[in-house]
């Protein structure tokens, strides 16, 4: 596999990064992910404005403008085998001495790879996965796409040994998002998620499910969910880059609705669907906008 580090495209075996990077010390550092599909980026502007926030927040310098980091992308795609692909791509504040204090001069690591990105096989969207849930013990400031995962490491690690998807996150009685996705009830007929905030990650899948719910007239509703309602609920998805819309059945073991997919998520997964097809797949290199 072809990566990207500091300027140049070589094998992964060959990236190496000083044991000194704050990435490696301190965790010190954020990210991105990409999706692309048929080798064109979906919505690099966004998920560049995105990359740029998350940078101001945590005052690490941006080391490229949007159309080199554009350029960086398409090279590092045409340098894979396969046409859909995840492009990962974090900045660290680089190089220095152990300090906790932000170093005078160190340059900003720039690492990038591309996996492939399968979307969740039809048989188990139809059938829907199991969460549990946990309390959410991350940190304030979990809009910031942090690379000092351990939290949500170690929430999904919750999850994975109950052989479940995902784990479904409370903070102070309400729902946040999920380890690594954001979550949508339905009651009722509405759809239902938190506001962004400082506490949940503003996923670009959110945004996209919000335009399809507004676009086909779906009824809509962003406020503060109890533990409660989300433990009844009809229905309930989590979305990410990967994981599109899929059908959260279970709960702690408990049936979400009748314990099938519901009719609302048939709806959006169709309308997603469409959309991938008409607008993510369609895309093309020469109208990507940064
Ligand atoms: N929330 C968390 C904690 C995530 O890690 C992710 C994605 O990895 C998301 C939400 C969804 O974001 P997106 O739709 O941009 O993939």
Not at 33 to 62: D, T
Not at 86 to 111: C, I, N, W
Not at 249 to 277: A, C, N, T, W
Request: charged share 25%; with cysteine; net charge positive.
């Amino acid at each position: 596999m072809t990566v990207f580090l500091n300027g140049k495209f070589l094998p992964a075996g060959e990236a190496k990064v000083s044991a000194l990077d704050r990435g490696f010390i301190f965790g010190d550092g954020v990210y991105e992910l990409v999706p692309v599909y048929s080798r064109v980026p979906f919505r690099l502007k966004e998920h560049l404005a995105r990359l740029e926030r998350s940078l101001a927040e945590v005052a690490i310098r941006n080391p490229h403008s949007r159309e080199q980091w554009r350029d960086i992308i398409f090279k590092l795609i045409d340098a894979q085998a396969f046409d859909d692909q995840g492009v990962y791509f974090q900045v660290t504040r680089g190089v220095a001495k152990r300090d906790h204090a932000f170093p005078k001069s160190a340059e900003p690591t720039v690492f990038m790879m591309s996996n492939p990105l399968v979307a969740p096989p039809a048989a188990q969207v139809e059938a829907g996965g199991a969460a549990v849930s946990a309390q959410d013990n991350r940190w304030l400031r979990c809009d910031i796409k942090s690379i000092s995962l351990i939290g949500n490491v170690l929430l999904r690690q919750i999850s994975a040994e109950a052989g479940a998807a995902e784990t479904i996150l409370f903070r102070d009685g309400r729902l946040t998002e999920a380890s690594s996705s954001n979550v949508f009830i339905v009651r009722g007929g509405v759809i239902q998620s938190p506001p962004k905030s400082n506490l949940i990650l503003p996923g670009i899948t959110y945004d996209v499910v919000l335009e399809l719910a507004r676009d086909n007239q779906l009824p809509l509703q962003l406020a503060d969910i109890g533990e409660k309602d989300v433990r009844s609920a009809d229905e309930i998805w989590v979305t990410s880059s990967s994981k599109e819309v899929f059908p959260i059945v279970s709960l702690d073991g408990v049936s979400v609705g009748d314990g099938r997919p519901g009719p609302v998520f048939r709806r959006m997964h169709r309308l997603y669907q469409e959309f991938k097809q008409k607008v993510m797949r369609a895309g093309k290199r020469e109208a990507v906008a940064v």
